[in-house]
């Protein structure tokens, strides 16, 4: 796997996005289940499936770039809103960047650490490790790299998140990520309950650190990508339920700038899973 990895990643990303854009569509098109979902999800946020559509080929178009994100040369990234991020690091407490499954999240860690690790270090992000040991490996190559670490989903991962913002530095995570059972509450998110994980709540909360929201808007024909930060719209409450549920409603809003490059086929609204040992 990690050899056809690498041999995909020398391609041009304009070519990896067209076909991914088919692909998304051919998985679309097997999968009645995939088709109702997305549609269901996008209707509750209030979009018919017209104005959602092209988010069928950007599904594709993600799947496609990882191998160029992860193994090949450097993509063009242009930056919105960076004054929000000076200010996060300006404020030396840590800074704790959240993004919805929204445009291309993979390439605002890489982002990120590019752009600041000599100033202010490196970044940490949270991640699920694979199931299938090949494509663990994979993972844990591609994301070897200057100014990113990674953290697992376990209470060292936890740790190593907590000890990054108590040094001021950065971590990211996904928050509209449905954790395992005993790790999350129930919460609105697009009028409708979802488990929602408390982390990042519980991270800003105990240790004071500056949350700042992005995505990463994938440009047409191959050119890049567009990173862009925002700040949330009110200071976080200071109590971990109504926390959490401002952070969904800010995930809402992110999601609202794009909705054509949303996930809305992610399992958003799932039972979680139970909690492994």
């Not at 796997?1 to 070519?15: I, N, T």
């Not at 799947?63 to 990234?77: K, M, Q």
């Not at 490196?122 to 991640?127: A, D, G, N, P, Q």
């Not at 959490?244 to 609202?256: D, F, K, S, T, Y």
Request: hydrophobic residues 45%; positive net charge.
């Amino acid at each position: 796997m990690l050899a056809l990895y690498r041999l995909v990643s020398g391609w041009p990303l304009g070519l990896l996005h067209a076909l991914g854009a088919a692909l998304g569509w051919l998985t679309w098109l097997a999968s009645p289940t995939y088709r109702r979902r997305l549609a269901a999800h996008a209707r509750l946020a209030g979009y018919r499936f017209a104005e959602v559509r092209p988010a069928v080929a950007h599904a594709g178009r993600m799947a496609l770039e990882t191998p160029r994100l992860w193994f090949g040369p450097p993509v063009p990234i242009q930056w919105d809103g960076t004054d929000v991020v000076d200010a996060a690091y300006a404020a030396g407490r840590g800074v704790v960047f959240l993004t919805p499954h929204l445009g291309c999240f993979e390439i605002t860690a890489q982002g990120l650490a590019e752009r600041y690790r000599a100033r202010y270090g490196s970044i940490t992000v949270l991640y699920r490790p694979a199931r299938q040991a090949a494509l663990a490996r994979v993972v844990e190559t591609a994301r070897r790299r200057e100014g990113l670490e990674t953290a697992p989903t376990t209470l060292a991962g936890v740790r190593q998140m907590m000890k990054a913002l108590r040094a001021g530095r950065a971590i990211g995570l996904l928050p509209d990520q449905v954790p395992p059972e005993g790790m999350g509450q129930w919460a609105p998110f697009f009028g409708q309950p979802a488990y929602t994980m408390t982390l990042a709540a519980r991270l800003l909360l105990q240790t004071g650190a500056t949350p700042v929201l992005v995505w990463g808007e994938r440009l047409p024909r191959g050119q890049g990508f567009c990173l862009h930060f925002r700040a949330l719209a009110q200071p976080l409450a200071g109590e971990l339920a109504p926390a959490v549920e401002q952070i969904n409603r800010a995930m809402e809003r992110l999601i609202r700038e794009c909705p054509q490059q949303y996930l809305w086929g992610y399992g958003r609204y799932k039972t979680p899973r139970p909690a492994t040992a």
